[in-house]
């Protein structure tokens, strides 16, 4: 793919924090780290939590860069046993680099480590107390039931969601360097809708101001973007027998879901909704929106989102009375969000297990995907003469998977 114009810069980058002061809404935070790195001893780490965008890595970064220490880094999600984790970290936690410098080690994503890969929290736990460095763990859900030995080892310390207003100050300062004269109610709208998400809010910032010099509220509709002010149940009614487009869209607009996924519950719940004779121009306009959202994956082009919005809308003024039963009757559910639901948790490990077997095979998780499960699941089914080769660690529900 190419990429001209001001993407070849990557805001998140080119307005990364350079020192820690700079680093936006987590002034305790960043004191408590400073405290922590001032005072510390052999065998002391610390703890980051919070929510994904609020600048757990970046802190870390930053502080290394301050301080002029190199930066070891570790994700435990991905390097998940003991063996592993001790092969990565055990000696390099205890000597220095060849320029002799200090170190910082950072243990990225603890609480993706699953609760049956035994020992692997353990070794963390051992290498803080053998480390001749400083040692960061980083979380997002830190309080689970086998993180406790880590959290006993560590000084918590917690990051929380960037305020609103400040995430809108530095959408400001970043629209001001880049030349573009930003509506305050765009600025807003994007902050808000970040909650407290700034890493989020930036890159939604650089999308909707490509190529502009003025960037207006109207402008976020390309990406969906709406108030999250009503509920599903409270919109549906309003999308189906409105009569006006206006109040449609911005009910649309004001949802608290994507509009992909309110094209989902317009489709489990329209053929309940209109008379027979005027269902078929329902689905007309239904039809439509869909292939709106096809090309916005296809083509990676965000401007038919508002198109695709802009069809739901018209199902509103479509004629014709209701034949809902009177009286309260739930909307349902759209099954495909039931069925994502329950299988996200497959897709999650088969993602997972795709990327150790590439990087075996070096090779991408599409590609293992593609070509090597099948095989796989053929030398596992008992057909094959040969049985796998040893070296890949695969759990009992991973295998299960394979097998289908």
Known sequence: MHITGDFMDIWLDKYRPGKTSEIVGQGKAVKEALDFLDSWSPGQAAFLHGPP?????????????????????????????????????????KTRDLFGSGRLILIDEVDGISGQER???????????????????????????????????????????????SIEKRLREISKAEGI???????????????????????????????????KAR?????????????????????????RVAATRKAIFDLDRDPDEVLLWIESNIHQEFVPGKLAEAYELLSRADIMRSRVRGQQNWRFKAFMT???????????????????????????????????????????????????????????????????????SGRARKEPEQGLELEKDELALIKG
């Open 310 to 380: 802009d069809l739901m809308s018209g199902i509103s003024v479509v004629k014709g009375e209701t034949h809902r039963p009177p009286g309260f009757r739930p909307f349902q559910r759209p099954t495909r969000i039931a069925m994502l639901g329950r299988s996200r948790a497959k897709r999650a490990m088969m993602n997972s297990m795709a990327s150790r077997i590439g990087g075996f095979t070096h090779s991408s998780r599409r590609v293992v995907r593609r070509d090597y499960i099948p095989y796989l699941r053929i030398m596992l």
């Open 119 to 165: 020992g692997a929290v353990g070794s963390i736990v051992k290498i803080i107390r053998e480390s001749s460095f400083p040692v960061f763990a980083i979380a997002n859900e830190p309080w689970k039931p086998k993180l406790a030995p880590l959290r006993s080892a560590c000084r918590v310390i917690k990051l929380s969601r960037v305020m609103t207003p």
């Open 219 to 243: 402008d976020l509709e390309i990406l969906g973007y709406r108030e999250r002010g009503i509920s599903i149940f409270s919109a549906l009614p309003i999308i189906f027998h409105s009569r």
């Open 181 to 215: 004269e930003a509506e305050d109610s765009a600025l807003k709208s994007l902050a808000r809708f970040s909650q407290g998400d700034l890493r989020s809010a930036i890159s939604d910032l650089q999308v909707v101001a490509h190529g502009k010099k003025a960037l």
């Open 53 to 93: 965008g609020v600048g757990k890595t970046l802190l870390v970064e930053t502080l290394a860069r301050e301080r002029g220490l190199s930066l070891l880094r570790l994700n435990a999600s991905d390097s998940r046993t003991a063996s592993g984790i001790e092969a990565m970290l055990g000696s390099a936690s």
